[in-house]
């Protein structure tokens, strides 16, 4: 499942780290891999004016053999 972290300036110029944990109390191997972390820039022009904006996203894989209906995603940025 991809996940969109939304719109930062900060996604710019930093190293992002993503993990995602289930919410679960059932029994079973529960284990979700996060992959293809990316930030894209996105420029937009009005007149003479250049905005610039950073997105960032994941992909969320459950590897474990049971469902996991609800979990959560942790961001973390280190900047300069």
């Known amino acids: ?8 300036d900060s996604f710019g110029n930093c190293a992002l780290s993503v993990t ?6 059932e029994i079973g191997t529960h ?3 996060v992959d293809d972390v990316n930030v ?7 007149g003479d ?3 610039t904006a950073y997105h960032a ?4 894989t459950n590897n474990g053999k049971t469902t ?3 979990w959560t ?8």
């Open 49 to 51: 004016i250049t905005e």
């Open 31 to 33: 284990v979700l891999k």
């Open 57 to 60: 996203g994941c992909n969320v």
């Open 20 to 25: 995602a944990s289930p919410y679960t109390s």
């Open 40 to 46: 894209t820039q996105i420029e937009s022009f009005k």
């Open 1 to 8: 499942m991809w996940v969109e972290l939304g719109e930062s």
């Open 73 to 80: 995603v942790q961001v973390g940025l280190i900047g300069p």
């Open 68 to 70: 996991i209906a609800k």
